[in-house]
């Protein structure tokens, strides 16, 4: 029974650190329109590339 609550509260603290982690990690990405054009072009050309090694694999 012990161990059944201290798996139950670990679960229920990675659940929230994750979820905090997301919140986090979504409020610091600029917007597409407040980013430079070269910016746009090097995140396009990430994806681009990411989208061909994924396919060619």
Request: aromatic content about 4%; cysteine-free.
């Amino acid at each position: 029974m012990k161990t059944h609550l201290k798996t139950m509260i670990r679960s229920y603290e990675i659940r929230n650190d994750k979820r905090r982690e997301h919140d986090e990690k979504t409020q610091n990405k600029p917007m597409l329109s407040e980013m430079s054009a070269e910016e746009q072009a090097i995140g396009q050309a990430l994806s681009s590339f990411v989208i061909t090694t994924i396919i060619t694999l």
